[in-house]
């Protein structure tokens, strides 16, 4: 499979892109791959189009997959495995938001409840007790309206992020 110019820029940016957030550029590469193409890809068709090694390219799906982005699929009349990706932009957005908060988000808020709960509290200074208050506050607010922007439908959450621009201008233009 031979990519476009556009795909090549759009799947060289995703891998940076995914460095940046902490993901193996390959991992990123291959989902924007499949993204883009919109249809089930045999891995070693992943492997040439990209110019990465099988191997990698094995890894880096067992890790799409782990985060639910990325899925087996038969396809009649071949045997090998292919792969595809949701092509729905905010089906993506809250898989990655949700493997984000299991990952990160859920075991800061449990190290955070944990330490407040903790009898060596009392040694800290109230400054330290309440920062990390704050904090497991900020947190849990933050993860209560991420859950409740997550439940909306899609063109319902992009209203509410409009009215939420505009209140936003409106605010920071009052004295």
Do not use: C
């Amino acid at each position: 499979m031979e990519l476009t110019p556009t795909a090549e820029k759009f799947i060289l940016h995703w891998g940076e892109m995914g460095s940046r957030w902490g993901v193996n550029r390959t991992v990123a590469q291959i989902h924007a791959l499949l993204y883009l193409l919109g249809r089930p890809v045999a891995a070693d068709e992943i492997a040439e189009a990209l110019g990465v090694a099988r191997s990698n390219v094995s890894t880096s799906l067992k890790e799409l997959q782990s985060w639910r982005l990325a899925k087996v699929v038969h396809v009649m009349g071949d045997r090998r495995d292919h792969f595809e990706t949701s092509t729905d932009v905010w089906e993506l957005f809250k898989l990655i938001v949700e493997g984000r908060r299991q990952r990160e988000i859920d075991p800061t808020l449990t190290v955070l409840r944990d330490t407040l709960t903790s009898p060596e509290i009392k040694n800290e200074s109230r400054e330290t007790e309440q920062r990390i208050r704050d904090t497991l506050v900020f947190m849990e607010t933050l993860t209560t309206w991420s859950d409740e922007m997550l439940r909306l439908k899609p063109e319902t959450l992009m209203k509410t992020l409009g009215i939420g621009a505009k209140l936003s201008k409106v605010i920071r233009r009052k004295p």
